[in-house]
């Protein structure tokens, strides 16, 4: 006799990447159930819309990077309207900003110097001190501003070989692309949650997995009672943040598994998540535009 089970599959996580993993399953006749700690669903997708606003604030994610085909799927099956922009970009100069028109040339030049099979792999900060006579110091910090910014990484840890693998070339068009979902991307959210919203408890936050082969037991604590609860099912994805896989034991959020999975301890300990602070401004006059 088989044990019973709650869904075929449980969905660790209700951010973009979980999301769309239940599309996928329902789509194949796959039982499943969401759980998410938050009381929303999103993740690090934040989207808010102030009332005397036509624009949707993000507080999280906010543009579409290069071709981005994965997004670029989505928005053509759920009708979603991107729009491409062409901002300005400004660096300090002093106490006075000025343009910099060649900010991604500048940029490229210095990745470009960056050896994709160095071995052993050093640290951006390594690879800029080893070319710091054949690179200006004004482009070598302007490459390890970026980094910091748009990859979220501290210079003196992140890999010179994984940066040449995904920082954007200068050269490219297509990476170069910058876009926006007109209707924020909190819109793409609903879209990906519509099918399978019925699917989705949010408030209830894993605590621990026990897993067998063909079986697995997840234990939560759902609501403001934070109540003890716990589902059974053939299989489980888990599309939580790096964090929360290193969070250490008892802490809250941290997810123990029984038995270890070394695999996944190997590969977390390996990351690194840098962290963000947003800060959305509202101006009465746009005084950029002069």
Known sequence: MRERVDADVIIVGAGAAGLAAANVLCDGSTECIVLEARERMGGRIHTEWAPDRMMP??????????????????????????????????????????????????????????????????????????????????DRTMTAQFVEGFDAADPKVVSEQWLTRTSPPGHDVHAMRLGRLVDGYGALIDALARPIAERVRLSTMVTAVRWTRGRVEVEYRAGRAARHGRLAARAILITVPLGVLQAPPGSTGAIRFDPAVPALERASAAGVMGPVVKVVMRFTDAFWLE
């Open 57 to 138: 604030i993000e507080l999280g994610a906010e543009f579409v990077h290069g071709s981005a085909p994965p997004i670029q799927r989505l928005t053509e099956r759920h009708a979603l309207r991107v729009l491409d922009i062409a901002g300005d970009r400004f660096v300090r100069s002093g106490s006075r900003l000025r343009p910099a028109h060649d900010l991604w040339a500048r940029i490229d030049r210095v990745l470009h110097r960056l050896d994709p099979d160095r071995d052993p792999d050093r640290s951006l900060a390594e690879a800029l001190r080893a070319h710091r006579r054949t690179l200006s110091s004004a």
